[in-house]
């Protein structure tokens, strides 16, 4: 098959386009025909050497949408035919998302949504379970406030849905001209980046990654949940500080599935590309302004 990978890091050039052999699935596995795979920031971060593995050829791609072919001894309700999203966890493995076919721990899929098509629905499970675990750690009763930083992000734009689903009151930090979007995803208010909200807020969810300017926000006793793991401030003012760290965990995703089913929880695509252009997609990746997930078809 056919498989997008790096073998020395450096910028969107060294993404590699490789024929590899086809994985087979193992006991309690599965393997997935894919038909679309997001494109994340985490990728690029591979790609450029953040998570180690020099001198291995290293797979890329966490999401997938696609249908099950195989199926491994033992698993049960899964069948070959079957469609699927899921999350293949970990940044430093032989093979990813990116490529024809993929396998994954069968715990590790949910049924595919059926009301979006494969390139939307490849958007939903690295964002779609970080955000919820986000929102899921703030541990705020419906009323609390609750400020979201890099809300126009995949990821921002996803816990502004889940957090205002959840009763509470979401501020969204962005770009003045994300305003609008916002405010049709959930946002009950709005503050431009740079500035700060106008009063403390029961919590903080940092998908932009800000540490110590949006901890500032958080009133005494408050809650931050910071989206990578090893880089939020240290607690101050009696500050509940929370890392999240996201996990491949089938019925959460489809439980986020039946969201985006309901007409709930909203999936946004940038681009697509076609695997064969991984590497331009990558420079896409690197542009900024992008609204929305980066597909690779397969």
Partial sequence: ????????????????????????????????????????????????????????????GWDVAGEIDEVGAGVTGWHAGDLVVGLHYGPVKPLGTHAQYVVLDATAVAAAPATVDAVTAAGLPLAGLTAARAVD????????????????????????????????????????????????????????????????????????????????????????VGLIPNHAPAAERGIRVEEQEVAADGAHLARLVALVDAGALTLRVAATFPLGEAAEAHARLGTAGVRGRIILTA
């Fill in 1 to 60: 098959m056919l498989a997008a990978v790096v073998t020395e890091f450096g910028g969107p050039e060294q993404v590699l386009l490789a024929e590899v052999p086809a994985p087979r699935p193992a006991a309690g596995q599965l393997r997935v025909r894919v038909a679309a795979a997001g494109l994340n920031p985490v990728d690029g971060a591979v790609r450029a050497g953040i998570f180690g593995g020099a001198g291995q050829r290293l797979g890329l």
């Fill in 137 to 224: 750690l703030l541990g705020l009763a419906p009323g609390a406030s609750v400020l979201i930083t890099g809300a126009a992000g995949v990821v921002g734009g996803l816990a502004v849905q889940l957090a205002a689903r959840a009763g509470l009151v979401v501020t969204a930090l962005a770009a003045p001209e994300d305003e609008e979007l916002l405010r049709s995803l959930g946002a009950a208010g709005f503050v431009p980046r740079g500035a700060a909200p106008a009063g403390p807020v029961d919590g903080v969810l940092d998908a932009a990654v800000l540490g110590g300017t949006a901890l500032d926000s958080v009133r005494d006793g408050g809650v931050y």
